[in-house]
């Protein structure tokens, strides 16, 4: 049996602890840090990709089980041409287990640690944490039990210098067969539909549980853009769902608009907890990526919320959707916004194979 919580943290597993990095890249027992620099053997030799080479897809981690990846760590630079800024939705994150032909996780690589629209800002919640200066961390348990494996994928023009990771995770002798595999799948629509919900997940059949979305929306209208209510379809639903909120802040843990007065303005204001959080927003962060500030951006959003206290589980299948809903003088709207998700879940395998990935330059934030 694996753990990982603080209450369970006395308790002896019996599991042996392993890291794979660019030094170590097969995770081996008494073999990290052996490569060679200036100032000699085991001296900080090898400790990033290099070159991380346009078009080009690198396996991170190749793993053989049973084992449980417990936490992972990257960071990249974004140093490329002002042509070539959106770095962050340009790097392709994949995830394989099983040794299954399509990935149960794909994602932009920034979307997938809760940093929309090609920027890097930080959160601070339980299961994802982004430090400064681009530390992405992700701590969600990832079983399996015959083997894993992780990619990037490079999908801009230039190559990308200095790619930095480090995959932790714990070798046991069996795992229990009730364990669900890890999943995450990044969806947008650039102009929702009036009237036309906006799909978080669909397609998604077996038994699981749905523990988290991210959202990065930017706003096409005016007015406020959050009474859209999320709603989760399950084992059968049809017309209705069985989980229906009442709005999006709502959703995200918030209230009221995340509004306070301050000098007779209504601001918005950005937070982080372990399980909710709204931490950017373009019009109040000082966002200067490659000398392009936020004047010229439309307003951007992000927010995330994890299920972890309150998973939503299934026998069957689930679908997931949010309403583009605004109010203004005269009540409630339909709105046609640009909105971006990942949804996070576990599920029995096999999966659903998921839709083909939008071009790179479509993912691109307006």
């Known amino acids: ?20 990095n660019w030094e170590n890249k097969h995770g081996e027992k008494g073999k990290g840090g052996m ?3 200036d100032l000699g053997p085991k ?53 394989y287990w099983d040794g299954e032909e399509t990935p149960s996780v794909e994602s932009p690589l920034g979307d997938f640690f809760c940093c929309g629209f090609g920027a890097s800002y930080c959160v601070n919640s339980m299961p994802i944490v982004v ?29 990308i210098k200095a790619f930095f990771y480090q995959v932790d995770y714990c070798l046991y002798d069996e795992l229990p067969q009730n364990i669900g595999y890890f999943h995450a799948q990044w ?28 959202m990065a929306l930017t706003a096409l209208e005016r007015y406020w853009y959050g009474e859209g209510e999320v709603k989760f379809y399950l084992d059968g639903d049809e017309e209705y769902p069985t989980i229906c909120g ?19 303005k209504t601001k918005e ?9 709204y931490p950017y927003y373009s019009r109040h962060d000082n966002f200067v990526h490659n000398d392009y500030h936020n004047d010229d951006h439309l307003p951007q959003r992000s927010f995330y919320r994890w299920h972890v206290m309150d998973p939503i589980l299934f026998e069957e299948e689930l679908k997931v959707t949010i309403q583009q809903i605004g109010v203004y003088y005269g009540g409630l709207f339909e709105r046609e916004d640009d909105v971006a998700t990942v949804a996070y879940w576990y599920q029995s395998e096999p999966h659903t194979p998921f839709n083909t990935l939008m071009e790179r330059k479509e993912r691109w934030p307006r």
């Open 246 to 264: 009442t709005g999006t802040e709502d959703y995200f843990g918030g209230a009221w608009s995340f509004a306070t007065q301050e000098n007779g």
């Open 269 to 277: 204001n950005t937070y982080c907890t372990p399980f909710m959080g």
């Open 187 to 214: 969806r947008r629509q650039r102009l929702t539909e009036k009237g036309r919900d906006y799909v978080i997940l669909d397609g998604v059949k077996g038994k699981g549980q749905y523990v988290g979305t991210y």
């Open 43 to 95: 001296r900080k030799g090898s400790p990033c990709i290099p070159n991380l080479l346009a078009g080009e897809t690198v396996t991170l981690a190749e793993i053989e089980g049973p084992g449980v990846i417990q936490h992972i760590w990257m960071t990249v630079t974004d140093r490329t041409s002002e042509g070539n800024r959106y770095v962050l939705r340009d790097l392709v994150l994949r995830m």
């Open 131 to 159: 430090n400064p200066t681009r530390g992405f961390n992700c701590y969600f348990s990832m079983p399996f039990m015959k083997n894993a494996k992780i990619t990037i994928e490079n999908q801009n023009d230039e190559d």
């Open 1 to 20: 049996m694996f753990y990982n919580s603080m209450e369970t943290l006395p308790i002896l597993s019996g599991g042996r602890s392993r890291a794979i």
């Open 35 to 37: 490569a060679a620099s």
